[in-house]
């Protein structure tokens, strides 16, 4: 009997064989190829497999017809990784027996799996399946991709560099989907398909977006991207790579705060919620039902901890965090995001718990990464972020060069035009008593800036009404702020105003209320500029500069390795992945020579 | 909800022409918030009265509890008589008799109260005792109203610096960390105990 054995990434702190029970083969064909973390002293194993993680696909290791598995549910927390490669690799009529397992509901008697893994048999040790036909995700080849992309009718700068990188890509072939209507300065019209016209904002009603957008991919492949991602030049060696048959999938994400690419910063793609298990209080949704998701439950699950998920370690609560889908149509179908939740509203925690739920697993693709056109200062905390280590427990991780005064991209996606204009809208209806003598000037500098909005929060004039309160902090994190507050700092500002009136937000309470994240982004670009002049500061230009950085980056991020980040390649790889994924200046103007690529 | 803290004289000698004089300070008002002192009722002409009938009196015993520290607010009882009156009344809180720091508890809890009330009463009243009127007219105002306070350049000025330097220390202290980080890769790197995993 031909026995394989599993053996976990060492650093992981997943139980190693030692700390397993022993392996029983009894009861086992002899022509059954076996798979374990577990050892049995007299048998010596055909294969070991090392370094098993999240990251692994071992479904490409073997050929056969006829595999058991013993134990590797209990023993192993990336089973469910695992055991979708091992459904999908087996070929119609297999034969796969799960054993000696302790769990509640078994990975393969989950919905996803119910029309193509049968139960013949079962036993008092485990069930045997029998694979009766493909699974969803087996559907299709990976030439044919579907790039959908959610937008809105603002500025469509980096829609069209995002746009154009798509059409480099490697793929033979592809169709660009928008979901919505771009801004007048659109340039490829003639390359994309435009689909639901009629989903309507604001609220952004993201999740309905993008399932619209798979509803109407006429490709196997999906691949569903914000317009703020750049994807990787390679793509297509990425996908292919990486194989066939994927559940929810993810590229690792960067984000270069400078214009040097010298501070890499991890931005946005693969979360965990480690407490989110925790979370029992259930509320209505907007379609009437029950669920641990509903607004009213918001601010609750707020306050769980999230991190950046280390790509090597799996739990239930990892997710993609929605910027970047890559999935199979058929899978999408089979577990769409939920309609009624809006952008920000955890509307990728609940699909990919419900994915989950389902069988469907969410993992990172290693063989690609991808870079973030522009980032929202509110998801790192003065430059460094929160990241899972290979051992689970938590760490920061703060680029290299981040002290140092390099030339700096905008820190908020706003003009500073519209800075102003915001402002003057904040003051007019909430402290219409303020005069703002240097308020052209507040658009500029961290300094001026923090002087107009002390000023304004202390001229502040609003009932102490809870619908008034909610609006003027509304209106706070929408014209002064520049982004979308935590449903948690929102509730803790509510009942510090109902508690304390005005003293909430005069004198000094400012410090650590109100104004949480105008610290995070002052404390960003302390004495610097805050606003973008124009998107186009986003967009590093061609030049040496930006090779030499990106060699540094691709040096220093090596200490990063199985940390921050996963790198399959050394630091030529690296170096190669950071010039390939740099959006330069080019991708957001007119098109100029996009050479041998076919549109939608 | 307009505002009214009204002098306990004004309101017991003449309380027909204290309304009627608050009634026409909230309409004149911007902002709703309003002094009704004993002189100024005196100046009002003989033939302006204000009907009693809209009105519902609270006497403010019934808002607060007595204990050894003295008296306490009873949410409860603000509570149940927030959502009982009706809004379209005059709401009237006769506090004479009461200390500053009584009247300021309550004036607190009542904020609390009305705080989660999706429609307010059309006026609320006061009534203090004249000694007091100024105090608890603020205490008022400030329960239900935030009100602007206009901040001198100077004192912005020190308020922004005070705040860019706290950012600044806040952010020193996670670089501290990250420096202790460096100087342990260095160290690896030095000692060549750094082994990259592949």
Same mark, same amino acid.
């Given at each position: 009997m031909p026995l394989w054995q599993l053996v976990h990434r060492?650093?992981?702190s997943y139980p190693s064989a030692k700390r397993l029970p022993e392996l029983r083969l009894d009861g086992?064909?002899?022509d059954s190829l076996v798979l374990s973390f577990r050892k049995n002293p007299e048998v010596r194993p055909d294969k070991v497999l090392r370094?098993?993680?999240?990251? $692994? @696909?071992?479904?490409?290791?073997f050929v056969a017809s006829d595999v058991t598995l013993v134990g590797v549910e209990s023993d192993s927390p990336v089973a469910p990784i695992l055991m979708w490669d091992i459904a999908h690799a087996l070929p119609v009529g297999a034969v796969l027996r799960v054993l000696d397992d302790v769990v509640d509901?078994?990975?393969? $008697? @989950?919905?996803?799996y119910a029309g193509a893994l049968v139960p013949v048999e079962r036993t008092s040790r485990g069930v045997v399946y029998c694979k009766e036909a493909p699974l969803p995700?087996?559907?299709?080849?990976?030439d044919s991709w579907t790039f959908g992309i959610p937008v809105g009718?603002?500025?469509a700068i980096f829609v069209n560099a995002c746009v154009k990188r798509i059409l480099e890509l490697d793929i033979p072939r592809k169709e660009i989907l928008l979901c919505g209507r771009p801004g007048?300065?659109?340039?490829y019209w003639d390359k994309v398909r435009i689909v639901?016209?009629?989903?309507?904002a604001p609220p952004v009603q993201i999740a309905r977006k993008k399932n619209r957008l798979a509803q109407e991919a006429s490709h196997p492949n999906l691949c569903l991207l914000h317009d703020r991602v750049f994807l990787p030049r390679d793509f297509g060696k990425a996908v292919r790579t990486f194989g066939?048959?994927?559940?929810l999938t993810t590229f690792q994400s960067l984000y270069f705060d400078?214009?040097?690419?010298?501070v890499p910063r991890r931005y946005s793609d693969f979360n965990v919620?480690?407490?989110?298990?925790?979370?029992?209080i259930f509320g209505a949704m907007r379609n009437g039902t029950a669920s641990r998701y509903a607004p009213a439950v918001f601010p609750v699950i707020d306050a769980t901890d999230f991190a950046f998920a280390n790509p090597h370690r799996y739990t239930r609560?990892?997710?993609?965090?929605?910027?970047?889908y890559i999935a199979k149509k058929s899978v999408w179908l089979l577990c769409p995001q939920n309609d009624s939740l809006m952008w920000t509203e955890f509307e990728d925690i609940e699909h990919a718990e419900r994915a989950w739920e389902m069988g469907i697993p969410s993992r990172i693709n290693p063989f690609g990464f991808s870079q973030s056109m522009n980032a929202r200062?509110?998801?790192?905390?003065f430059g460094a972020v929160r990241i899972e280590l290979r051992n689970g427990s938590y760490g920061m991780y703060r680029p290299?060069?981040?002290?140092?005064p390099l030339p700096r991209k905008?820190?908020?996606?706003?003009?500073m035009d519209r800075a102003l204009s915001e402002l003057a809208t904040f003051a007019r209806n909430?402290?219409?008593?303020?005069?703002?003598?240097d308020l052209s000037a507040s658009a500029i500098r961290s300094y001026d800036r923090i002087r107009t909005i002390i000023r304004l929060l202390h001229g502040t004039q609003l009932l102490i009404r809870r619908d008034d309160v909610s609006r003027f902090l509304k209106d706070f994190e929408r014209h002064v702020v520049g982004d979308q507050l935590p449903y948690a700092w929102h509730e803790h500002m509510l009942q510090q105003i109902r508690e304390k009136g005005k003293h909430a937000f005069h004198g000094n309470a400012i410090h650590d209320g109100i104004l949480r994240e105008i610290i995070n982004q002052t404390g960003q670009r302390h004495g610097r500029?805050?606003?973008?002049?124009?998107?186009?500061?986003y967009f590093p230009r061609r030049s040496k500069m930006v090779a030499v950085g990106s060699l540094i980056s691709a040096l220093l991020l090596g200490f990063q390795n199985h940390r921050a980040f996963y790198f399959p390649g050394g630091w030529l790889w690296r170096y190669r992945m950071l010039l390939g994924t740099t959006p330069y200046r080019d991708y957001a103007d007119a098109p100029t020579m996009i050479g041998k690529t076919e549109g939608a | 909800m307009n505002l009214v803290a009204m002098s306990a004289l004004a309101y017991w000698r003449e309380p027909q022409k204290a309304l009627a004089l608050a009634e026409r300070l909230v309409s004149e008002s911007h902002s709703g918030e309003v002094i009704v002192d004993w002189p100024s009722v005196l100046r009002m002409?003989?033939?302006?009265v204000h009907s009693l009938v809209s009105l519902h009196v609270i006497p403010m015993h019934r808002w607060v509890r007595e204990n050894t520290d003295g008296y306490r607010p009873d949410e409860k009882a603000i509570s149940e008589d927030a959502r009982s009156v009706p809004c379209e009344r005059i709401l009237l809180l006769d506090?004479?008799?009461?200390?500053e720091s009584t009247i300021i508890g309550v004036l607190n809890a009542t904020r609390m109260v009305w705080f989660s009330l999706a429609t307010w009463h059309k006026q609320f009243v006061l009534v203090v005792d004249d000694g007091i009127l100024l105090p608890s007219a603020e205490a008022l105002f400030n329960a239900f109203h935030c009100r602007p306070y206009i901040l001198t350049g100077r004192e912005t000025r020190d308020m922004a610096r005070v705040f860019m330097r706290q950012t600044l220390l806040l952010k020193w202290r996670i670089l501290r960390r990250g420096r202790g980080k460096l100087r342990r890769l260095l160290n690896r790197i030095l000692t060549s105990a750094y082994t990259s995993e592949k």
């Amino acid at each position: 009997m031909p026995l394989w054995q599993l053996v976990h990434r060492k650093k992981l702190s997943y139980p190693s064989a030692k700390r397993l029970p022993e392996l029983r083969l009894d009861g086992i064909p002899s022509d059954s190829l076996v798979l374990s973390f577990r050892k049995n002293p007299e048998v010596r194993p055909d294969k070991v497999l090392r370094r098993i993680s999240a990251i $692994s @696909r071992i479904g490409s290791a073997f050929v056969a017809s006829d595999v058991t598995l013993v134990g590797v549910e209990s023993d192993s927390p990336v089973a469910p990784i695992l055991m979708w490669d091992i459904a999908h690799a087996l070929p119609v009529g297999a034969v796969l027996r799960v054993l000696d397992d302790v769990v509640d509901r078994p990975w393969l $008697s @989950r919905s996803y799996y119910a029309g193509a893994l049968v139960p013949v048999e079962r036993t008092s040790r485990g069930v045997v399946y029998c694979k009766e036909a493909p699974l969803p995700a087996e559907a299709g080849d990976l030439d044919s991709w579907t790039f959908g992309i959610p937008v809105g009718p603002e500025d469509a700068i980096f829609v069209n560099a995002c746009v154009k990188r798509i059409l480099e890509l490697d793929i033979p072939r592809k169709e660009i989907l928008l979901c919505g209507r771009p801004g007048d300065n659109f340039l490829y019209w003639d390359k994309v398909r435009i689909v639901g016209e009629d989903i309507t904002a604001p609220p952004v009603q993201i999740a309905r977006k993008k399932n619209r957008l798979a509803q109407e991919a006429s490709h196997p492949n999906l691949c569903l991207l914000h317009d703020r991602v750049f994807l990787p030049r390679d793509f297509g060696k990425a996908v292919r790579t990486f194989g066939n048959a994927f559940p929810l999938t993810t590229f690792q994400s960067l984000y270069f705060d400078d214009i040097f690419n010298l501070v890499p910063r991890r931005y946005s793609d693969f979360n965990v919620g480690n407490r989110l298990a925790g979370q029992t209080i259930f509320g209505a949704m907007r379609n009437g039902t029950a669920s641990r998701y509903a607004p009213a439950v918001f601010p609750v699950i707020d306050a769980t901890d999230f991190a950046f998920a280390n790509p090597h370690r799996y739990t239930r609560n990892t997710y993609p965090t929605g910027s970047l889908y890559i999935a199979k149509k058929s899978v999408w179908l089979l577990c769409p995001q939920n309609d009624s939740l809006m952008w920000t509203e955890f509307e990728d925690i609940e699909h990919a718990e419900r994915a989950w739920e389902m069988g469907i697993p969410s993992r990172i693709n290693p063989f690609g990464f991808s870079q973030s056109m522009n980032a929202r200062p509110l998801l790192s905390q003065f430059g460094a972020v929160r990241i899972e280590l290979r051992n689970g427990s938590y760490g920061m991780y703060r680029p290299f060069f981040d002290a140092l005064p390099l030339p700096r991209k905008p820190l908020i996606k706003r003009t500073m035009d519209r800075a102003l204009s915001e402002l003057a809208t904040f003051a007019r209806n909430w402290a219409p008593n303020v005069d703002l003598p240097d308020l052209s000037a507040s658009a500029i500098r961290s300094y001026d800036r923090i002087r107009t909005i002390i000023r304004l929060l202390h001229g502040t004039q609003l009932l102490i009404r809870r619908d008034d309160v909610s609006r003027f902090l509304k209106d706070f994190e929408r014209h002064v702020v520049g982004d979308q507050l935590p449903y948690a700092w929102h509730e803790h500002m509510l009942q510090q105003i109902r508690e304390k009136g005005k003293h909430a937000f005069h004198g000094n309470a400012i410090h650590d209320g109100i104004l949480r994240e105008i610290i995070n982004q002052t404390g960003q670009r302390h004495g610097r500029y805050v606003f973008a002049k124009t998107f186009y500061d986003y967009f590093p230009r061609r030049s040496k500069m930006v090779a030499v950085g990106s060699l540094i980056s691709a040096l220093l991020l090596g200490f990063q390795n199985h940390r921050a980040f996963y790198f399959p390649g050394g630091w030529l790889w690296r170096y190669r992945m950071l010039l390939g994924t740099t959006p330069y200046r080019d991708y957001a103007d007119a098109p100029t020579m996009i050479g041998k690529t076919e549109g939608a | 909800m307009n505002l009214v803290a009204m002098s306990a004289l004004a309101y017991w000698r003449e309380p027909q022409k204290a309304l009627a004089l608050a009634e026409r300070l909230v309409s004149e008002s911007h902002s709703g918030e309003v002094i009704v002192d004993w002189p100024s009722v005196l100046r009002m002409p003989a033939d302006s009265v204000h009907s009693l009938v809209s009105l519902h009196v609270i006497p403010m015993h019934r808002w607060v509890r007595e204990n050894t520290d003295g008296y306490r607010p009873d949410e409860k009882a603000i509570s149940e008589d927030a959502r009982s009156v009706p809004c379209e009344r005059i709401l009237l809180l006769d506090a004479t008799g009461f200390d500053e720091s009584t009247i300021i508890g309550v004036l607190n809890a009542t904020r609390m109260v009305w705080f989660s009330l999706a429609t307010w009463h059309k006026q609320f009243v006061l009534v203090v005792d004249d000694g007091i009127l100024l105090p608890s007219a603020e205490a008022l105002f400030n329960a239900f109203h935030c009100r602007p306070y206009i901040l001198t350049g100077r004192e912005t000025r020190d308020m922004a610096r005070v705040f860019m330097r706290q950012t600044l220390l806040l952010k020193w202290r996670i670089l501290r960390r990250g420096r202790g980080k460096l100087r342990r890769l260095l160290n690896r790197i030095l000692t060549s105990a750094y082994t990259s995993e592949k």
